[in-house]
């Protein structure tokens, strides 16, 4: 059973579009969601992050839409640049049970 | 710049031996987590600790896993008897607490090769 499910493996974008990232889950219970992104050889950077209470949350050029009732958020990076180019990650906790557990990544590429 | 830091950054073994990684928090925070990432970017979790504690763990049945996070040492993950399938990144995290808020910081990790 997929807890969480990001709906693209991977996506690719021109430099300047909105690239889209989708995150759905299973579990009610989730109240934190971050998204993390990590680059080739590292280990994964919390890019932002939103709590079930709000339905949207904006740093810069990311922002988080989020739908309780549909159980799904998308990741919206505006301007994409080709330094965007990651995996990300959508990693939803629950207050109940500290775990974050991760979605399968979206691999993002922005070409110049 | 990653302040958790995981020694050695690749490791290599033969089936049947032993591999030791390394974790030191960042500082201050009691909380360290070890997670398993395989070649399909899939995050398994392991086990997590609050200081010395276990917090949550896998069912390690195969007891071929096992995990420390002594005081005033690195933590360490240790797989008692290699398998190839063993082979991927092992990522150790640390956050400030339990709390849902609470963000992990991640080191860069240790990638294990099995032949």
């Known amino acids: 059973q997929q807890q969480v499910r990001q709906s693209s493996q991977s996506l690719t974008v021109w430099e300047g579009e909105t690239a889209i990232l989708n995150c759905s889950y299973e579990?009610?219970?989730?109240?934190?969601f971050p998204w993390y992104q990590q680059f080739p050889g590292e280990g994964p950077a919390l890019l932002i992050a939103?709590?079930?209470?709000?339905d949207k949350k904006e740093d810069g050029r990311f922002t988080i839409f989020f739908n309780k009732r549909e159980k799904n958020l998308s990741l919206h990076i505006k301007d994409s640049q080709p330094g965007d180019s990651a995996t990300y990650f959508c990693?939803?906790?629950?207050?109940?049970?500290?775990?974050?557990?991760f979605g399968k990544g979206t691999s993002l590429v922005v070409h110049p | 710049n990653s302040k958790v830091i995981q020694t050695p950054r690749y490791l290599v073994k033969g089936q049947g031996q032993k591999a030791k990684m390394r974790c030191i928090p960042e500082?201050?925070?009691?909380?360290v987590f070890w997670y398993q990432q395989n070649k399909n970017n899939e995050f398994k979790f392991l086990i997590n600790?609050?200081?010395?504690?276990?917090?949550?763990q896998i069912d390690m049945t195969e007891k071929r896993f096992s995990a420390e996070c002594p005081s005033n040492s690195p933590c360490s993950l240790e797989i008692q008897s290699s398998e190839a399938g063993d082979s991927a990144l092992y990522l150790c995290?640390?956050?400030?607490?339990?709390?849902?808020?609470?963000?992990?910081?991640f080191g860069h990790g240790t990638k294990l090769s099995v032949l």
């Open positions: 995290a640390s956050s400030l607490g339990q709390g849902a808020n609470e963000r992990l910081f």
């Open positions: 579990n009610s219970a989730f109240d934190y």
């Open positions: 939103i709590r079930s209470v709000s």
């Open positions: 990693a939803p906790t629950s207050g109940g049970n500290y775990k974050p557990t």
């Open positions: 500082k201050g925070h009691p909380v």
């Open positions: 600790f609050q200081n010395q504690e276990v917090l949550q």
